[in-house]
């Protein structure tokens, strides 16, 4: 679109420069006058030139640092994105950490109390066997033999 613009100005500029030129050629003054406004013609189309282009640069100019604060608080907040997105990941990650631990830590303690149950047992079996090998043979597990 700012192509179309352009291209319609400088069309514009062209076609009243030589809009301005053939109808000093066809008028009816001297050859020194011609030459004359001709010269001012052409000085007159310079500046206004000159002018466009002023405001063209001063456009682009203006429309490059929008494109740059742009680019500039877009990469902000991407930044703050990304952090926000570090941050949840690392307090998952301890979250995990700290239930894997937990549980794991209750796996030891009940396998700890589980070992002791089975020693206590196992304790108490080999102690009334032994009482059974003492008193004289009898039946530990209480059947009579036939």
């Not at 406004?37 to 189309?45: H, Q, R, V, Y």
């Not at 941050?87 to 030891?108: C, F, I, Q």
């Not at 089975?118 to 079996?125: F, G, H, P, S, Y």
């Amino acid at each position: 679109m700012a192509d179309n613009k352009s291209d319609f100005l400088i069309g514009l500029l062209v076609g009243g420069a030589l809009g301005a030129a053939i109808a000093l050629l066809y008028a009816p003054q001297s050859g020194e006058e011609t030459r004359d406004t001709l010269k001012k013609k052409s000085d007159e189309i310079k500046d206004k030139a000159s002018d466009t282009y002023d405001k063209v640069k001063e456009q682009t100019a203006s429309l490059a640092a929008q494109v740059k604060d742009s680019s500039t608080s877009l990469a902000a907040t991407v930044k703050e994105s990304a952090e926000k997105v570090a941050t949840r990941v690392g307090e998952t990650v301890d979250k995990v950490k700290s239930d894997v631990e937990e549980g794991l830590a209750n796996v030891r303690t009940t396998s700890s109390v589980e070992a002791s149950h089975l020693a206590k047992n196992a304790r108490t079996e080999v102690d009334r066997l032994s009482q059974a090998v003492n008193n004289g043979g009898a039946n530990p597990v209480g059947e009579t033999t036939a």
